[in-house]
């Protein structure tokens, strides 16, 4: 069977063996199969199985699409669902499907870094979750082995309330990601920074993150630095989309001006 | 030369200067309009191209084996193939049909394939083993001219080369690569007629032209040609040239089978050419009270590997790189450069929109040296009616209401746009990147000037045919509707001219009428329609004299309050006349560039609002107000629609469309990377039309298709100017260019 | 492959290309090429559907993906005798020229008024910031969808 439609992730499990490939929204799937990049023998559907579409808490299901995270997910990952391409993509597409394509612009990664979430995987072998920084390994490239599933995103319980989300695109709409970014701020003042589009993974900016956590109510020259030690720590490309300066440029003002939300 | 307007022409439904709805609306809407994409024939093949990775590289063998052996394949055609000449072009034929020696651009075709479906087909194409020894391609454009590697120089003198003002500007300015982008891709399909010949129905403005290259490059008898309008997803200039044309029809003749092809976008982008990246320098001289008296140009444009029309093109940028301004001494020195670049060639506005970055940038930077209200400056040098061209001298005989458009959109009412907190409406956009209090606002302005037709002394014609049918008229021509709505303006001028309300127009093949020309340089209302409405003028006249009536209607000829020949009884009758329209003639330029070289012009504005988050260097254009010389509004609706579709073209330009070339190859040839305006980025749009009819025309009427999109991206750029304090010498604007120092 | 699964209401049962998208089986297997092919990546709209009540990109779902799910194509939006609201909007506004990119434009918007029948200027924008059209500039297919949104559509 060139197609198989399992309605359990145990039947799917099944399937799922190497030179096997999942398709869930297909949004990233058939841009590739349409450009004849790749050519898939054996594929998993994943749409007609429920317990993908589960969520529950600070657990979401790999199915769940970005039009529903769009209306029901936390702050910073709503704002995030919103730009993920065209409303079309957006009731496809799903938060598993984004974290297996993992790209480097994909606008739901700079949350999950954010706040430090886990992505299960599960295969006929047993379930693993793996903390986000452990799951991106490069362009394109997961800790996901080709018998194993995303299951679903673990959050932490619970998440600081002060929390934002923005991406520079030069189109209003429908565009991939400059620079996208994520920055949280607890009730302690742990403040945590991620962002896209800025090296192959998401990436946390640590020593903006320890600068700025240690100081109680940051004063403009704070936020002037912490600006200033994104922009140094994201390691950015110059490619047709942008140039590398102005993505450390417009990494820093992204975190510094999320801060600047988090703060009122 | 203007027609009377009778009372006719408003009592008659759908007559001139109403906006009746498009004929081809509803099934446009219901899905069930026939586009070139959609064609189907019995027993039809697919076709795919082998394309060049390379910029440049000599071709040292071509193995089309390993595609023939893959089950399904019907053929595979390479250079050798090409019956008879192996190149073709619009203006100057150089380019191959298919690279047989040496491949000149990135994309460029080597062979086709045809086979039983189209995944077959790609995937043999995939298989077709092309040799390439890789060359060094040459792809700047400055370094093309400097070894002479030139499609055409332009030189043009006008006026006391040494007069000097008190008052100098001097600038550089850079536009970048943009795309059609029609929506539809390049498709088409080719049947054979069993007796040696073929018919194309395939992506078009032009199927004349289609059509003599497809005879002379398969080597066939012109009768043996047919080339068919067809269902087209837009154009804007990129269909002018052939491109899969020949190669179906030397599929369908190699194989005797119906053969299809349809590009995919990336292919579209590598397989049409594009507007023109220009280099631009200038110096601007004008008198203390700010009138201009000198203007120095430098024009180059890279016209890439082949010809197309660069040479056209290279020449509007000069005979505009004035702009609607009277000057007296004027120099335009031009270079279309020949490179390994993307071949450039017609794109809405044809050189026009290139230079008007530049001058309209130049005249607001004067008109701060003189510290002079910009506006003013303009108006102070408006070209008008009466006045010789700044660069050519011809003097202007139709209408050109410069000064009244100036005049105008200065006074259209600037509303204290507040568009609301909603991030929709903000820089950004849905990114969130922006908050109110981060923007500031610019508002900018600029005016383009262009002509409407074919220049330089070309026989520019249309050919168009009014007959009677049982029902009422047909009009028949063979000009294209690529989506701007001549179907419906041809039967309105019909309308007006017959007095009949039932008249349809069809679209018929090449060898069923004579030429159009191209659905190109705002043409076809004024080409098209002066050649409908001669002929419909025409057959009205004939009808009446015949039957010595004094009024034709629905109901038949009528002398007075009598029915003289009812209709049924008419139209037994075989009535048609068919008429070729020709626009007052020009004359090639002399040595310096001066002649009557064009047919008629138009001159439009217009005002940009942007909102500007200067810190990120990302854009919200808010609004867009324009006035437009249209002669006279033949279709008000669709006027409208060319004025938005046009301005939301130029704003691309101004802050988003730029095909990425690095080394000879594109960079960002899907819609991923190469961005349109969605509906988001596009801005509020209030256009007044200037109606001064005197045009040749008919009614008086000018083309509106082009004016849009020449000033628009100026005016936004000058807009992002007054908000930023930033230079911005090079359209696209990129956020660096703004952000960064 | 066969996929059995429903269009515009019509149990069908088709061959399938495998991996081949949607669009392509409707387009060239359905005789329904209402639905138009102009970027296959989802970036344009033209290929707008509804699949099981949702609007999406039918380049973008494989074909072999739909058995036993329900499509709405542009050719099932309104009936063969009237026009669905927002055709005949569009109709009366001038809002289509070349028209490549109507169809799609016409599901979308259709799916936003079964959605949200009087949508706000933004909503229309948002609903339809999928949706590439190049010839119009989005004016008059702005302007007919706000006279059904605010119900002056003739």
């Known amino acids: 069977m060139e197609i198989v439609h399992p309605t359990s992730v145990k039947e799917a499990l099944a399937g799922l063996t190497e030179g096997v490939t999942p398709l869930a929204g297909g949004t990233d799937l058939m841009v590739e199969v349409n450009f004849g990049h790749v050519r898939p023998d054996q594929v998993v559907g994943l749409r007609r199985i429920a317990e993908l579409k589960e969520w529950e808490g600070a657990r979401i299901g790999s199915g769940v699409t970005w039009r529903r995270i769009e209306q029901d997910g936390p702050k910073a990952l709503a704002e995030a669902a919103r730009t993920v391409g065209s409303p079309q993509i957006r009731n496809a597409g799903t938060i598993g499907g984004n974290l297996g394509t993992a790209s480097p612009a994909g606008d739901g990664h700079p949350f999950l870094a954010a706040v430090d979430a886990t992505i299960e995987l599960a295969s006929t072998t047993g379930i693993r979750s793996l903390p986000w920084a452990e799951f991106f390994l490069g362009v394109k490239e997961t800790a996901r082995r080709d018998d194993e599933l995303i299951t679903a995103v673990e959050l932490p319980q619970s998440l600081p309330e002060r929390q934002a989300f923005a991406k520079i695109g030069v189109r209003n709409a429908m565009v991939i990601a400059t620079v996208c970014a994520v920055v949280t701020r607890a009730d302690d003042g742990r403040v945590t920074v991620a962002l896209g589009s800025v090296a192959p993974t998401p990436i946390r900016a640590r020593r903006a993150e320890a600068m700025i956590s240690s100081i109680t109510s940051p004063k403009d020259t704070d936020l002037a630095e912490f600006q200033r030690l994104v922009s140094e720590e994201v390691r950015p490309i110059t490619d047709h989309r942008s140039t590398e300066e102005y993505r450390r440029h417009g990494a820093g003002v992204l975190a510094r001006r999320l801060l600047e939300r988090c703060l009122r | ?741 | 492959m066969i996929v059995e699964f429903t269009v515009n209401g019509e149990q069908v049962s088709a061959r399938v290309t495998f991996p081949g998208s949607l669009l392509d089986l409707l387009r060239d297997d359905l005789g329904l090429p209402g639905s138009k092919d102009a970027c296959e990546q989802g970036e344009c709209g033209s290929c707008s559907v509804m699949l099981d009540g949702e609007l999406v990109c039918s380049c973008l779902v494989m074909a072999a993906d739909v058995a036993g799910s329900s499509v709405t194509t542009v050719e099932g939006v309104g009936s063969e005798e009237t026009l669905h609201p927002v055709q005949e909007a569009m109709h009366q506004a001038g809002a289509v020229q070349c028209g490549f990119c109507t169809p799609g434009f016409v599901v979308a918007a259709a799916d936003l008024f079964a959605r949200n029948p009087h949508p706000s200027l933004t909503e229309i924008k948002e609903a339809l910031a999928g949706n590439i059209c190049r010839c119009t500039g989005y004016g008059a297919i702005l302007r007919a969808l706000e006279r059904i949104a605010t119900g002056s559509a003739r």
């Not at chain 2, 009377?4 to 109403?18: F, K, L, N």
């Not at chain 2, 009758?573 to 310096?592: G, I, K, L, Q, S």
């Open chain 2, 1 to 741: 030369m203007t027609a009377t307007t009778s009372r006719r022409i408003v009592a008659i439904d759908g007559a001139v200067g109403q906006s009746p709805n498009r004929p081809d609306g509803i099934p446009k809407l219901r899905g069930e309009f026939e586009f070139a994409q959609d064609l189907r024939a019995e027993g039809m093949l697919w076709a795919a191209t082998v394309r060049s990775p390379h910029p440049r590289a000599r071709i040292s063998s071509i193995d089309v084996a390993p595609a023939l052996a893959v089950g399904g394949v019907h053929a595979c055609l390479t250079a050798d193939d090409v019956p008879g000449r192996a190149t073709f072009g619009l203006e100057h034929p150089d380019q191959p049909v298919l690279a047989g020696e040496e491949v000149r651009f990135w994309g460029e075709p080597v062979a086709v394939v045809a086979a039983e479906d189209e995944v077959t087909a790609r995937h043999a194409a995939g298989l077709v083993e092309v040799g390439y020894e890789i060359l060094d391609p040459l792809t700047d454009p400055a370094e093309a001219d400097r070894r002479d590697e030139v499609f055409r120089r332009m030189r043009i003198r006008r006026g006391d080369q040494t007069a000097r003002g008190a008052v100098v500007v001097e600038g550089s300015y850079q536009v970048g690569m943009q795309d059609q982008a029609p929506l539809g891709t390049e498709a088409g399909l080719a049947i054979p007629d069993g007796h040696g010949g073929v018919d194309l129905y395939a992506t078009s403005q032009f199927v004349h032209i289609d059509q003599e290259q497809v005879v002379a490059s398969l080597g066939l008898r012109p009768d043996q040609v047919r080339s068919h309008p067809t269902g087209i997803g837009g154009a804007f200039g990129a269909r002018e040239d052939v491109n899969l044309h020949i190669h179906l029809c030397m599929l369908a003749l190699h194989t005797g089978k119906p053969v299809k092809m349809v590009y995919h976008r990336s292919e579209s982008f590598a397989g049409h050419v594009h507007r023109h990246p220009a280099w631009l320098r200038y110096r601007h001289e004008a008198d203390a009270d700010g009138r201009l008296v000198r203007v120095e140009a430098e024009v180059l444009i890279d016209g890439g590997a082949y010809a197309s029309t660069t040479s056209a093109v290279l020449a509007n940028a000069c005979y505009f790189a004035v702009g609607p301004y009277r000057c007296d001494s004027v120099a335009v020195d031009g270079v279309g450069a020949r490179t390994n670049n993307p071949p450039c060639g017609a794109m809405r506005g044809f050189g026009a929109v290139q230079v008007c970055f530049a001058y309209e940038t130049q005249m607001d930077r004067l008109a701060a040296a003189l510290d002079m209200d910009p506006l003013d400056l303009r108006e102070r040098n408006a070209l008008g009616t009466g006045d010789p061209m700044p660069t050519t001298g011809q003097v202007i005989e139709t209408p050109l209401p410069t000064a009244d458009v100036i005049r105008s959109l200065r006074a259209m009412p600037l509303p204290e746009a507040d568009p609301g907190p909603h991030h929709s409406y903000l820089p950004g956009g849905s990114g969130l990147t922006t908050e109110p209090g981060q923007v500031r606002r610019g508002v900018g302005y600029a005016f383009g000037i262009k002509n409407l037709g074919f220049s330089e002394g070309s026989d520019d014609y249309a050919q168009a045919r009014v007959r009677l049918s049982g029902e009422g008229a047909v009009v028949e021509t063979a000009a294209i509707e690529v989506g701007q709505g001549l179907v419906t303006v041809l039967a309105q001028i019909a309308r007006s001219a017959l007095g009949i309300s039932r008249v349809e127009v069809v679209h018929v093949d090449t060898s069923r009428i004579d030429s159009a020309g191209s659905t190109s340089a705002s043409r076809q209302s004024q080409v098209s329609g002066g050649a409908t409405l001669e002929a419909a003028t025409r057959l009205r006249r004939r009808i009446l004299a015949r039957h010595d009536g004094d009024d034709l209607d629905d109901e038949g000829v009528w002398r007075g309050e009598s029915l003289l020949v009812p209709w049924s009884s008419l139209a037994d009758e075989d009535w048609t006349e068919t008429v070729t329209f020709r626009h007052p003639p020009t004359t090639e330029p002399d040595e310096n560039g001066q002649g009557v070289v064009h047919a008629d012009f138009a001159v439009a504005g217009h005002r940009a609002v942007v909102d500007v988050d200067v810190e990120l260097g990302l854009v919200k254009v808010i609004r867009v107000d324009t006035a437009q010389d249209v002669g006279l509004a033949l279709n008000p609706a669709s006027v409208r629609g060319q004025i938005e579709g046009g301005i939301l073209q130029g704003v691309g330009l101004a802050v988003m469309e730029e095909l990425v070339v690095k080394d000879g190859v594109m960079l960002n040839a899907t819609f991923t990377d190469y961005l349109l305006p969605t509906i988001l980025d596009a801005p509020e749009v209030e256009a007044l039309l200037i109606e001064r009819p005197g045009s040749w025309g008919p009614y008086g009427a000018k083309g509106v298709g082009e004016p849009p999109t020449i000033s628009s991206t100026a005016a936004v750029v000058a807009a992002i100017r007054a908000a930023s304090g930033k230079e911005l010498n090079r359209v696209p604007v990129r956020p660096q260019d703004i952000a960064l120092p």
